[in-house]
């Protein structure tokens, strides 16, 4: 048991000590390739390899506060590396997943049917669906594949994820500009602006569900 205690033990330090490297090397590269990096990294954030927009946009607030960055210029390079990171999501849905589900998905007990009752769903409430995606954590890197495969109207889907993404970008911005340098004040604030976060979208959509019913 000893012996298993020391393992994890050891274990859990070096992982600890990765991903503080690798905060670490983000946090740097912000401050060196400036606001391509955050278009950049916020680009992979959104699509491909998800890992907290936290460690970007944050720190990207703090150096607008110490003059450094454009607090603007900053926020409009992470929404649009947010954008382009859906559309990337979003275009590899239609290319390969949408092909595989159809061919393969009949072993999964998904069948065509299905992929037309997403499209019509997204069709009638991909709007709602994106923008409270992009506003919950750990969702809102996903929620661009099944508007991908919906095939979901793309003016819409770019304006929906601009908004939602907008608001995240601008609240984390904003948390770097006035306390970057208290990480245990930001992790408080994240925490309460979260649950906020979650509690608004599970009553927009309740509102939105109240007005359909309503409206049909």
Known sequence: MALLYDFNHSFIHWLASVITEIINWIVATVGNLGYPGIFLLMLIESSFIPFPSEVIMIPAGYLASKGEMNIFVAIGCGIL???????????????????LLIKYGKYFMFKEHHLQQMDSFFARHGHISTFTGRLIPM???????????????????CFYTSLGAGIWVIILTL????????????????????????????????????FQKRRK
Do not use: K
């Open 81 to 99: 590396g947010s954008l382009a990171g859906a559309l990337i999501n979003y275009y590899l849905a239609i290319w390969l997943g949408r092909p």
């Open 139 to 157: 969702v809102r890197q996903y929620i661009s594949i099944p508007a991908g495969l919906a095939r979901m109207n793309i003016p819409i889907f």
């Open 175 to 210: 948390l770097g500009y006035f306390i970057g340098e208290n990480e245990q004040l930001i992790q408080e604030y994240l925490r309460s602006i979260i649950v906020t976060l979650l509690i608004c979208c599970t009553l927009g959509i309740c509102i939105y569900w109240y």
